[in-house]
């Protein structure tokens, strides 16, 4: 009987919940494989990258991705691509022909541009390519300038991706202490906190966002990026300090908060030891499902060309190239950075979902009803 | 309602001085232009007062005389210049997309509870889950070239704008009919612009739907009415709908804050007319009172949505009073 007791008694903690539920949520995994799958992509930019992001083709100047084929006289061999060489059809339109001589099959680990990882090592090996000068490989075909999109795609990744965890902990930074002041405190200090909190909602996102950008523009460029993350989070700390000073009215009331009280605990301890901890899953969750709206937010300002400039790039930027009818036309394949952006964002929506329905006490996920 | 719309006026006049700069600082790099016709533009367009009567002039003329201010770039009126001939179409195509998103997510939503876990379940949440991370402006760009390079359409019915150039002057109607050619050209414009701006709150619809839709039919009032023999479709439309509908509509005010952002990106890739685009040219410029007006009109168009919104609501639950 006692051991029995004992056995039930052993309960699992919240977070231990919380990811049994995760488990069963398959979409949720495979967001988060993604999204970890993308970050590894853009971590390893420099070997992965045949090119360096930068370095331009001039004799390559908006190529269309080179064809990888994998027949050669009837039989499956190592896949190989031709030279392309540079020609005018009879508008006098740049068109690229295959030299079909030679075959330059596609090799690993390659010697290619040297390149600094991370200013730890420097090397020449790219994880894959065709070796030779000769036949370029243009896994996405190139821009303006000739350079390789492939490469570009996985640079500028390293911005798209970095600017959703910077702009979220700007954001909680700002949001946090004011939603539990606010919250904690009430009277005056929540009526002035709402005040400002209701005039910032008060304005749609995108105006405010490309009003703000207006003011960076003349701060120096090699910071933008931070100055890009401090305009979403001063628009965007509104909602989560909103929500979470909801939470905390109704955590001032219950009896732990009462009994931190009775023992003699401070202000600051009962709100940060106490009623913050009661938070977090939540704040887990927001944190999440807000990342996708500022990947989408600097795609958007990019693009319009207020906020990630040359030479530096993001997946924004380089749609910017494909800004008009006869870009899209002639040069499809400057469309593909934005399957880059839509892939992320989904992966994000996905985990972001997963762990919003695991975090859910209440929830049924995987249960058939 | 008030206050805020002061504090928004004032926040909208603050960023626009805290942009670096003013509408006469290209002016003032050119060095044809003399020193003293900077000084005289200065003064006829006020920039020489100090902030606080500047902004005082701004409201002053609003209340006192209707007159939002003046563009330094376009040398007329704001009114001119953000609303004439843009603010028809910008609420007409506001409508209609909000129009579209509700008309299909809803019964999408719907569908999707009634056949909860079913293969179509999964296809319509994958769908709107994709819907909801394309970015605006992609799926404008996608749309552009899914007209021009598959359908091929940009030579005879033209794209971007609203119109061809053959309708731009064409009247409405003919007398009292209907000018058929004009308004299937401007349809045939508008549709890109309405399927951009609204997949992005069609996701969240859908998906709020469904789950309010599951909510409900696991109700009691559901169950009792399906064991008295209510058929199936009534159970559903009119005991479990008329539940489930409240959040969505409460939804429209955010609807609204989504309209008008996309809005924006997508007038610009798609080169329509709206409020929004107008906007944009006058950030460009730095045309402060444009700015100014733009800003505030778009907070002003959000308070409407929300006071649409509770309306929706109090006549569809009688239960909700606003004393």
């Known amino acids: ?369 | 309602m008030i206050p805020t719309l002061i504090l928004v006026s004032i926040i909208s006049f603050g960023i626009m001085q805290l942009i670096p700069g003013d509408y006469l600082t290209k002016s003032q790099l050119d060095p044809t232009i003399s020193r003293k016709t900077i000084e005289q533009q200065k003064e006829n367009l006020g920039l020489d007062r100090p902030i606080h009567i500047r902004y005082w002039k701004w409201v002053e003329g609003i209340f006192t005389r209707g007159d939002f201010g003046y563009s330094f770039s376009h040398y007329r009126p704001v009114k001119n210049v953000l609303f004439k001939g843009r603010l028809g179409y910008t609420v007409f195509l506001g409508l209609i997309t909000l129009g579209f998103t509700y008309l299909f997510s809803i019964p999408i939503g719907i569908y999707s509870a009634t056949h909860q876990y079913a293969p179509s379940d999964h296809l319509v949440t994958l769908a709107s889950f994709i819907g909801l991370s394309i970015p605006n402006f992609f799926l404008a760009l996608v749309l552009l070239f899914f007209m021009a390079a598959v359908l091929n359409v940009g030579a005879n019915l033209g794209i971007g704008g609203l119109f061809t150039e053959q309708y731009m002057a064409a009247p409405w109607f003919n007398g009292f009919v209907p000018n058929m050619g004009k308004i299937t050209n401007f349809f045939w414009h508008v549709w890109p612009y309405v399927v951009a701006v609204g997949t992005a709150s069609m996701a969240g619809v859908v998906r709020l739907m469904r789950g309010q839709m599951l909510e409900y039919m696991n109700r009691q009032f559901a169950t009792t009415a399906e064991a008295k023999g209510v058929k199936e479709s009534v159970v559903i439309y009119k005991h479990v709908f008329r539940n489930a509908i409240n959040p969505i509509i409460t939804g429209l005010g955010y609807s609204f804050r989504t309209i008008v952002s996309g809005s924006l990106i997508t007038a610009i890739v798609l080169g329509i007319p709206t409020v929004e685009r107008a906007y944009w040219t006058a950030l460009n410029k730095q045309d402060e009172q444009v700015i100014m007006v733009g800003l505030t009109f778009f907070a002003i168009m959000l308070l409407f949505g929300n006071l649409f919104a509770d309306f929706m609501l109090a006549w569809n639950d009688p239960r909700i009073r606003y004393d």
């Open chain 1, 1 to 369: 009987m006692a051991e029995h007791y004992k056995k039930e008694k052993k309960s699992k903690s919240q977070w231990a919940l919380i990811w049994r539920r995760f488990k069963r949520h398959k979409l949720g995994q495979v967001g988060g494989l993604i999204v970890l799958f993308v970050f590894l992509l853009v971590f390893f930019a420099n070997f992965i990258a045949p090119y360096n992001y930068s370095v331009q083709h001039r004799d390559y100047a908006k190529a269309p991705p080179t064809r990888i084929r994998f027949i050669h006289e009837g039989r499956l061999v190592r896949p190989y691509v031709y030279r392309t060489e540079r020609g005018f059809n009879e508008y006098y339109e740049t068109v690229y022909k295959e030299d079909k001589t030679e075959r330059y099959p596609i090799k690993f680990f390659v010697k290619g541009e040297k390149y600094s990882f991370w200013g730890l090592f420097t090397s020449r090996i790219h994880l894959f390519g065709t070796g030779s000068e000769e036949a370029p490989l243009f896994l996405f075909g190139t821009d303006t300038f000739g350079r390789d999109l492939f490469s570009r795609i996985l640079w500028g990744g390293w911005i798209s991706l970095s600017i959703g965890p910077f702009a979220l902990i700007t954001t909680l930074i700002i949001a946090i202490p004011i939603g539990l002041i606010s919250g904690y405190f009430g009277s005056w200090v929540d009526m002035l906190v709402q005040r400002i909190t209701e005039v910032i909602m008060a304005f749609p996102k995108l105006p405010l966002w490309l009003a703000l950008a207006m003011i960076i523009q003349g701060l120096p460029s090699a910071y933008r990026f931070f100055f890009i993350v401090g305009v979403f989070s001063l628009v965007d700390w509104t909602s989560l300090s909103r929500t979470l000073r909801g939470m905390v009215l109704s955590a001032r009331e219950e009896d732990y908060t009462m009994a931190a009280k009775a023992v003699g605990a401070g202000t600051p301890r009962i709100m940060f030891r106490h009623i913050l901890p009661n938070t977090t899953s939540y704040l887990v969750v927001v944190s999440t499902l807000s990342i996708p709206s500022w990947i989408i937010g600097e795609a958007t300002l990019s693009f319009l060309g207020l906020g990630i400039k040359e030479p530096q790039t993001s997946w924004g930027l380089l749609l910017s190239q494909a800004n008009n009818l006869q870009a899209i036309t002639s040069y499809p394949w400057l469309l593909i950075p934005g399957i880059f952006i839509i892939v992320t964002v989904l992966a994000f929506n996905f985990l972001g979902d997963a762990l919003r329905d695991a975090a859910d006490p209440f929830s049924t996920v995987g249960k058939k009803r």
